[in-house]
């Protein structure tokens, strides 16, 4: 359990239970669900909050057992169950629209992927004629699947959550990097900024791609790099569904955004875009959805995922007391975020995780 200091600051005395590295969705989110178990938190970011992967997501709440590593489907279908109560939380405390969708995913892809996978062909089979359901698509000889999946805007989910945590009192030392941490007794007792110190009985790292740069218990995450583009049709609901194909997929936002993506490079910490990987994106998109040619182009960027060897999350406390971690999230921290903040909020205040949590513990990679 985490016990709070004191930091003297002229004469004001703040006190925090713990302090989160990092303020993109997976720190916000943790730093309100330890606020509601009714500590004092501190969220310590280098930029501006949510800028990061956070900021560059499509947002498909993708669940799907085809693409994701077995060991995960289990988390993040709970993760996908909690979104609807997530986002009406958020909007509530926010007063934000998150445009949660729920009009499902298309996946399009060549039957021999399905092979073998029977009861998810009958599972997720179109009931209607392609047309119908998606009238801009291009005729297509791959197999097509309907997925209840949801879709929500990462950018307004990481700023609903930036304002909901303001609201809530939770301190965000925005422009600030931490360096290093401060130990106590053989645990961790708080952080070193570029600035000041911030003592604290427990911190949480939460620095996505980043948080492999601190020296303790060394992390093994690395950045992958995405890019992606959006464009906006004057036709009102072109795209209805996410779509999903081995080359491309697009999102669809209410309000008339298209989002297109995206790369998985390995690149470092290099978050520029290029103009002919952006360009073949669009090409890809416009092959998918020939309406697409008329869109026009608003914006294109890219991001860092937080990448680890096995594609799972690295969850829970760590062999340093008072060390936790939530990091890792990969291509799946927007779908993946309710259950880690629940989780990880859980294990910090000593309560039992109601998750299994056992497969993302950084004692894999150390042992
Ligand atoms: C192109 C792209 C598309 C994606 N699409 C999806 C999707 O459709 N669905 C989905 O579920 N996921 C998606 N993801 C993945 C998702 O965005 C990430 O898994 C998730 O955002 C990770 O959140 P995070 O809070 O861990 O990391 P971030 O949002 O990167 O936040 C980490 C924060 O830590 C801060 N930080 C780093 N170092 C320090 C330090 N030393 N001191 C203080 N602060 C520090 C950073 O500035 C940053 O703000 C996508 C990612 C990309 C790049």
Redesign the pocket.
């Known amino acids: 359990m985490c016990l709070a200091v004191a930091v003297f600051y002229n004469v004001t005395v703040k006190t925090w239970d713990v302090i989160v ?7 916000l989110s943790l730093s309100i669900a330890l606020h509601k178990r009714g500590l004092h938190v501190l969220v ?4 501006e ?6 900021y ?7 669940d799907c057992p085809l693409e994701m590593p077995a060991a995960l489907q289990t988390l993040a279908a709970a993760s996908a169950r909690m979104y609807p109560e997530f986002v009406h939380e958020l909007q509530d405390e926010s007063g934000m629209n998150l445009d949660l969708r729920d009009q499902g995913t298309l996946l399009l892809t060549a039957p021999e992927h399905f092979l073998g996978r029977t009861e998810f062909v009958t599972e997720h089979k179109l009931l209607a004629p392609l047309a119908e359901v998606e009238p801009a698509l291009a005729p297509t000889e791959a197999s097509v699947f309907y997925l209840k999946e949801r879709s929500v805007d ?1 950018r307004a989910l990481v700023a609903a959550a930036l304002k909901a945590a303001k609201h809530r009192g939770i301190d965000i030392s925005s422009g ?3 360096t290093d941490f401060i130990f106590s007794s053989g645990r961790v007792a708080g952080v070193i900024t570029d600035k000041t110190k911030y003592p604290a009985p427990c911190v949480v790292n ?5 948080s492999g ?1 601190f020296s303790i218990n060394r992390l093994p995450t690395r950045p992958v790099k ?1 890019q ?1 583009l959006a464009v906006a049709s004057a036709q009102h609901n072109l795209v209805r569904h996410v779509i999903r194909t081995p080359d491309v997929y697009l999102v669809p936002r209410t309000n008339g955004r298209i989002l297109i ?2 790369t998985l490079e390995e690149a470092g910490f290099d978050k520029r875009t290029d103009a002919s990987t952006i360009q073949r994106l669009h090409q890809a998109a416009i092959r998918l959805v020939p309406a697409l040619k008329e869109a026009l182009m608003l914006e294109a960027w890219a ?4 990448g680890t060897a096995d594609d799972l999350p690295i969850l829970g406390a760590t062999t340093t007391p008072g060390y936790f971690v939530a ?1 890792g ?8 975020t309710p259950v880690t903040a629940h989780v990880m909020a859980q294990v910090i205040t000593g309560a039992p995780p109601g998750h299994d949590i056992a497969n993302f513990s950084l004692l894999r990679f150390q042992t």
């Open positions: 590295i990092g303020g993109g969705i997976i720190g310590v970011e280098r930029g909050p949510g800028r990061e992967a956070s560059a997501a499509a947002g498909m709440l993708a990462p600030t990097t931490v939460c620095a996505g791609a980043w740069t995405g992606m993506g995206s991001g860092l995922r937080p990091t999230h990969f291509r799946d921290g927007i779908l993946l």
